[in-house]
C-alpha cells in the first residue's frame, strides 16, 4: 500500500482550513484560521483578500508543523476547495487585489438579474443555473462600473476567489479556475464547458476579464510554502468536492450539506435540464468524462440559527433538547440570506408567525423550518427517479433532532457519518490515487410515523408561500 499523503486546503464563509489526508481518508492533522465577513446594508457582504490569502497560508502551515517528521516526507501534492460564488477582481500583472472580496451573501447586483429575469429560460439552458444575484455574473458586472481601477483595462481580471488564490498560491502565478466553479458563475456554457461570449455581452463584461478555465484535475502550478513544494493538482467547489467524500458518489442517493447555506445534490447521468421545478443542473467535476447533479440551495441553513440566536439570546444551544419538549413551535419564514430553490427570492425578510415569544420554541421552529426547506426541495425534484437514502452532513447535520425530522418527512433513512470535514474529505480522494473510503455511517435515522410533523409542514408551507407573495 502506497503511503502517499495529500494536503486540501478549504476556503470557507467562516474560517480557511487545511488538512492532511491518506489514502484511506485518514486525517493525519489539521489546521484552521477563522475569518471575517462584514455585513453592510443593502445586501453588501465583503471579505479582505489580504486576510484570506494569509489566513489559507496560516492553516496550511499548522497542518504541515504538526504532522510527524516521517509523515512530512510523504507529501505528494495539493488540492484548493472554494466557496463558489465568492469574487474579486485582480491586477493580472502582479496579483494585486483591485476590489474586496465580495462574499457569497452579497446581492449588491440584484437589480442586474431583475433587468435578465424575461431571459431565464435561455439562461437556464446555456448555464444549467438559475438567475441569482449569489452567483458572480452580476457582481462582476457591479464592479465594473461602479469601482476605478488603478491599471490598465488589459491587466484587470475578475472571477471566482478560487481563480486569484491560484494566482497568489502558486509560483507561476497563472489566471486559470476550474471548470466546476466556473461553472457557477452563471458565464460558462455548460455544452461548450467554457465561457459563453453570449453570457458575457448579457453582462457587459469585456473578454479579457475571465481566466482560462481548466479541468478539475489539472497541473495548476507550483504550491510555494516555506520549507515545502507541492504540485497543486486538484481545484473545485466546496459542494461538488463534498460529494466524493465517500467514494465516487451514486444515483441512489440524496446528498445533503448543510454549511452556513444548505445544499442538496442528485447526481445525474448525463448533461441536460429535466423537468425539476427551479432546481439548479450543475456541474459536479470538470473532466474528460464530466459529471453533473441536480442541485437544490437553502440559503438559511447554520446562518439562520446563528441570526436566531443572536436575536432570542438564550442561555444554552440545546436545541435537541428544546425540539423533544416543545410540541407547537411556531412557524419560521426562513429569509435568512434570500430564499433559494425553488422560490428564488432575493428579499430578506425572516420573521416568526404563530410566534409563542419564548427563546427555545423560536429555535426549534427555525430548525423545522431548515427540515421544511429540505423537503420542499425534495419534492421539487420528484422528476428524478426516486432516492433510496439520503447521505447528511455539515456543522448542524449533528442536530439528531434535524436529522430524524428529515427522516420522518421525507420517508427516507437518513445516513451521518462521523467524519464532519467531507468537503476536504471529497477532494483528498480525487487527488490520491486508488483511494479508498470504507467507513460506515456513524448513526442511521429511521423514518417514523410523524403526523403532528407532517401537518406543521403543510401549514408552514402555506405560510411561507403566503409570506412570500406579499412581498412580491
Known amino acids: 500500500m502506497r503511503s502517499d499523503l495529500c494536503l486540501v486546503m478549504d476556503q470557507g464563509s467562516h474560517s480557511s482550513r487545511a488538512m492532511v489526508f491518506d489514502r484511506s481518508g485518514n486525517c493525519l492533522s489539521q489546521g484552521q484560521v477563522q475569518v471575517k465577513t462584514r455585513f453592510t ?57 483591485l476590489t474586496p472580496i465580495l462574499n457569497w451573501q452579497d446581492r449588491r447586483g440584484f437589480h442586474y438579474i431583475d433587468d435578465l429575469m424575461p431571459l431565464a429560460s435561455m439562461l437556464r439552458q446555456l448555464t444549467g443555473l438559475y438567475p441569482n444575484a449569489h452567483l458572480p455574473a452580476s457582481k462582476l458586472r457591479w464592479c465594473m462600473e461602479h469601482m476605478t481601477f488603478n491599471t490598465a483595462k488589459h491587466r484587470v481580471r475578475g472571477g471566482p476567489v478560487a481563480a486569484w488564490l491560484i494566482k497568489q498560491l502558486v509560483h507561476e502565478q497563472p489566471d486559470l479556475i476550474d471548470g466546476v466553479t466556473a461553472a457557477r458563475t452563471m458565464l460558462f456554457s455548460l455544452k461548450d464547458r467554457d465561457w459563453h461570449p453570449e453570457l458575457l455581452d448579457l453582462f457587459k463584461l469585456p473578454d479579457s476579464l475571465l481566466p482560462k478555465v481548466r479541468p478539475s484535475k489539472y497541473n495548476f502550478g507550483t504550491l510555494k510554502l516555506p520549507g515545502l513544494s507541492l504540485p497543486l493538482n486538484f481545484v473545485s467547489g466546496d459542494q461538488a468536492a463534498a460529494l466524493f467524500a465517500f467514494g465516487e458518489p451514486s444515483q441512489d442517493n440524496l446528498y445533503i450539506n448543510l454549511g452556513s447555506g444548505g445544499f442538496m445534490n442528485r447526481v445525474l447521468s448525463e448533461r441536460g ?70 422560490y428564488w427570492q432575493s428579499l430578506e425578510r425572516p420573521c416568526w408567525i404563530n410566534d409563542c ?27 428524478l427517479p426516486p432516492a433510496k437514502q439520503i447521505i447528511i452532513g455539515g456543522g448542524i447535520s449533528r442536530l439528531n433532532s434535524l436529522c430524524q425530522r428529515v427522516a420522518d418527512l421525507s420517508g427516507l433513512p437518513v445516513q451521518r457519518y462521523e467524519q464532519q470535514e467531507i468537503t476536504s474529505l471529497g477532494a483528498a480522494w480525487q487527488v490520491l490515487p486508488n483511494s479508498v473510503r470504507d467507513m460506515l455511517p456513524e448513526k442511521t435515522f429511521h423514518p417514523e410515523a ?23
Not at 450 to 472: G, M, P, T
Open 41 to 97: 446594508q443593502p445586501n453588501r457582504a465583503e471579505q479582505q483578500p489580504d486576510d484570506i490569502v494569509i489566513s489559507l497560508k496560516r492553516a496550511a502551515l499548522e497542518a504541515i508543523s504538526t504532522l510527524k517528521r516521517e509523515d512530512r516526507s510523504k507529501l505528494r501534492t495539493a488540492a484548493l476547495i472554494t466557496q463558489r460564488s465568492s469574487m474579486l477582481c485582480w491586477d493580472a500583472d502582479n496579483g494585486k487585489p
Open 273 to 342: 435540464l429535466h423537468p425539476q421545478e427551479r432546481i439548479l443542473h450543475h456541474l459536479i467535476l470538470s473532466d474528460k468524462q464530466p459529471l453533473y447533479s441536480a442541485e437544490a440551495t437553502i440559503n438559511g441553513a447554520a446562518n439562520a440559527l446563528d441570526w436566531a440566536f443572536n436575536i432570542c439570546r438564550p442561555d444554552t444551544h440545546d436545541i435537541d433538547s428544546w425540539a423533544e419538549k416543545c410540541t407547537d413551535p411556531p412557524l419560521f419564514m426562513n429569509m435568512v440570506g434570500g430564499v433559494g430553490s425553488p
Open 357 to 383: 415569544n419564548g427563546s427555545e420554541a423560536r429555535l426549534v421552529a427555525v430548525m423545522e423550518s431548515i427540515v421544511f426547506l429540505i423537503y420542499r426541495n425534495i419534492k421539487a425534484m420528484s422528476s
Open 450 to 472: 410523524n403526523e403532528r410533523l407532517k401537518q406543521r409542514y403543510q401549514s408552514w408551507q402555506q405560510a411561507f408561500h403566503d409570506h412570500l407573495s406579499s412581498l412580491e
